[in-house]
């Protein structure tokens, strides 16, 4: 009979209880999903190109995979992913205490906080980087220190200023966050500038390099970090199965460091962080190189697409090694997003990255791509 009664809640100003780098956060704000547009607007055959997710989906020996360890879900994952951790091992050709699993690529960037970070030491990272990076700063209590980027006629628009960056480094500093490529501007850092900025930083200060674009990437001059892991041990390398892999909805990443680093990660990693579906997942995704070269194939022919379109149309991109691109819409990017909203087409703005007139679009399939492209053009015609 007290099912219907109402719940009443007794007065507390929990915001005060609340440490106060968490007070002060402001929680990260995915993409949109379809489901809650179609259920807002009461439309049909959506397009969602705002998450950076792969629109082949995952490869189909991980799909195989995944089918084959539902069966035993009723049991705990291995707490330790012996198996995964080795074939990462094998893969980067490292040892296997190197390696940190993770629930995405994004835990990882929270261990490394919570292990190394506090109140009265800082990080540092560049203005326009992944929104992660404050976060997890702020969340510890630690200090935030955000290096001005490059110049928009760089040739590298908005990307990261090592010298900048280097500037703000200081006796307090336990870690920099670099993204490379760089979410959302999709720009990079060349291999002979990266490994001088690394090698260039004191014993005491960790930089992160954020990879999870890595298996997109195909400029020249890109470098795989993961090669100096011997030469420089303050250095974490992260990568994820979220992107190219396609395996975003089960949360799966790692991260790559001397041993005694990845000893304190896991300290205070989670048990069973990582579930046994996701970690026999990525265990037949690194084998099934055919569709990742399917998925950079398609991609570069995505980046082209865009690209064409944008400057036919006289609107101005940042470059980008990603598998999404930045356009600069010529006005407020924000009312752009929710028009577009309304033709079914789900894209990100990036006001909250400090680039108020800029979307970033997800590269999908080419049919994909033109539908954005005509959305956006009967949204600017009006």
Not at 69 to 75: C, F, K, M, T
Not at 130 to 152: E, R
Not at 230 to 257: D, Q
Not at 267 to 282: I, K
Request: charged fraction near 20%; hydrophobic fraction near 45%.
């Amino acid at each position: 009979m007290f099912a219907n009664a109402p719940i009443i809640y007794m007065s507390c100003d929990f915001l005060r209880l609340a440490v106060d780098g968490v007070r002060r956060l402001q929680p990260y704000e995915p993409g949109k999903p379809i489901e809650t547009l179609e259920r807002e607007l009461g439309i049909r055959d959506s397009l969602k190109l705002a998450s950076n997710e792969n629109p082949l989906g995952p490869s189909p020996l991980a799909m195989a995979a995944m089918q084959r360890e539902l069966g035993r879900v009723s049991v705990y994952p291995d707490g330790n992913g012996f198996a995964l951790k080795g074939a990462l091992a094998d893969y980067h050709q490292v040892a296997r205490d190197c390696v940190t699993l993770g629930n995405g690529s994004n835990e990882i960037l929270e261990l490394v906080a919570r292990a190394f970070l506090r109140p009265g030491l800082n990080a540092v990272f560049s203005r326009h980087a992944f929104a992660v990076y404050p976060i997890v700063v702020q969340a510890v209590g630690a200090t935030a220190g955000v290096a001005q980027p490059n110049a928009p006629d760089h040739v590298m628009p908005y990307g990261h200023d090592l010298t900048a960056l280097a500037n703000l480094v200081d006796g307090e500093t336990r870690v920099v966050f670099v993204a490379n490529p760089n979410n959302p501007t999709g720009t990079w850092i060349d291999g002979a500038r990266l490994r001088q900025f690394i090698r260039g930083l004191p014993a005491i200060t960790l930089v992160v390099v954020d990879e999870a674009y890595f298996e997109y990437v195909q400029a020249p001059d890109y470098p795989n970090a993961v090669a100096w892991l011997a030469e420089c041990p303050n250095l974490i390398v992260t990568r994820t199965f979220s992107k190219v892999y396609g395996l975003a909805g089960l949360r799966i990443g790692y991260g790559l460091s001397h041993p005694a680093v990845a000893d304190l990660l896991n300290r205070v990693r989670q048990p069973f962080n990582t579930s046994s579906v996701a970690q026999a997942a990525a265990l037949a995704a690194l084998d099934d190189t055919g569709h990742v070269a399917e998925s950079r194939e398609m991609n570069n022919a995505g980046l082209a697409q865009f690209a064409d379109a944008f400057e036919a149309r006289g609107l101005r991109i940042i470059p980008s090694v990603g598998n999404f691109i930045c356009v600069n819409v010529g006005r407020d990017a924000f009312a752009v997003y929710q028009a577009l909203l309304r033709e079914g087409v789900i894209v990100r703005p990036v006001a909250s990255y400090e680039l108020p007139e800029y979307l970033r679009i997800t590269i999908g399939r080419e049919a994909q791509n033109r539908r954005v492209v005509d959305a956006l053009d009967k949204v600017l015609s009006t």
